[in-house]
């Protein structure tokens, strides 16, 4: 009882500090930051994603979260085999009319199978009416914050001195750059493979690995799961496909499924194969540009960066009815463990 008193007095007095035994095993990861903003420059999609990671030493039994009070909303962790990668992944989608133009409290809440929760408060500045301009610049050497130039959609992404890299590689890992005004433009920029996971049939890769520029995105297309999967429709998106050797890559340019079954689907015949080599930076290009009355022709090329651009394309592609008119621009690593450098919109 005595001991008991000299440690209340101590403690009164600022003779000592107390930590609770309750202490939260839970640990949770919001990959860029609690205070986000977006639509400065502008808004390149519907959603705003908000994107991390949760975990406990006990399991996760459920997370959730609230905007400004409303009603409270189940999220899906990870892998999902999509869009999750590591198990505790979570991506919250919440759609730009949900938000209040300007300051927006995001509310989480995440269990654990003992019992354990923890709540997280996460400040989101939605700044509703501007519009992406055109021409636009990213000098990733200048900038600080990836959410200051870009939208992350996907994966978790790091600024190093050669320019963005994706933590993760795994299903689609996506930025995106632009607006939904955004009609004919041209995307120029560098990228550089240190790695991928070779081309599988089913998960995680589907028989794929690339880096793209895909043109005229909305964003993803609601539908029951938890983030939404829907990727289409979509102006169309161009990947460089590798392969495992890296001795017969190759590009393809396609849209999706289309309900009534006229997918636009083209890829590069084997005599256009290429090599590609690892830790090499390319430069890479993606135009998208309305010709006729209502078609679309995609234009790509990618070439080693220490020589001069070639003047014609790689490969181009068109769509004979246009699938959407406008849209932002994509940058994906499909699989892949790359960099993308600076990247210059005309």
Not at 176 to 186: F, K, L, T, V
Request: charged share 20%; proline share 5%; glycine share 8%.
């Amino acid at each position: 009882m005595i001991k008991d008193w000299v440690w209340c007095l101590l403690f009164l007095l600022g003779g000592c500090s107390q930590q609770s035994s309750t202490t939260s095993p839970i640990a949770l990861n919001i990959w860029y930051g609690d205070q986000q903003q977006f639509g400065l420059p502008g808004l390149a999609q519907r959603w705003v994603n908000v994107l991390g990671n949760a975990s406990s030493v006990h399991g996760i039994k459920d997370i959730s979260y609230q905007l400004n009070g409303g009603k409270s909303v189940k999220l899906t962790l990870g892998s999902d085999l999509h869009r999750l990668a590591a198990a505790g992944d979570f991506n919250i989608d919440i759609h730009v009319d949900s938000c209040v133009d300007g300051n927006n409290g995001l509310q989480l809440l995440v269990t654990d199978s003992a019992g354990h929760s923890l709540t997280r408060q996460i400040d989101l500045r939605v700044i509703k009416g501007h519009t992406w301009p055109l021409p636009y610049t990213i000098r990733w050497s200048e900038v600080d914050d990836i959410q200051q130039v870009a939208q992350v959609v996907d994966g978790h992404w790091e600024l190093t001195r050669e320019g963005v890299h994706n933590l993760d590689t795994y299903y689609d890992r996506v930025l995106a750059i632009g607006d939904s005004s955004w009609r004919n433009y041209e995307v120029t920029t560098t990228v550089t493979f240190h790695g991928f996971t070779p081309p599988q049939v089913g998960p995680p890769t589907y028989n794929v690995s690339h880096a793209a520029i895909a043109s005229r995105w909305p964003g993803h297309d609601p539908d029951s799961l938890q983030p939404h999967r829907k990727w289409y429709p979509v102006g169309a998106t161009s990947e460089f496909r590798l392969t495992e050797g890296l001795d017969s890559c190759r590009w393809r340019i396609f849209d999706g499924p289309k309900p009534n079954g006229e997918n636009f689907y083209v890829e590069q015949l084997p005599e256009s194969y290429r090599n590609i080599e690892l830790n090499k930076q390319y430069g890479i290009k993606h135009r998208v540009e309305t010709v006729g009355s209502d078609s679309t022709r995609y234009s790509v090329k990618l070439w080693p960066f220490d020589l001069p651009e070639p003047e014609a394309w790689d490969f181009q592609g068109v769509e004979w009815v246009e699938n959407l008119k406008s849209g932002s621009a994509l940058l994906i690593a499909h699989n892949t463990d790359v960099t993308f450098g600076d990247i210059l919109v005309t």
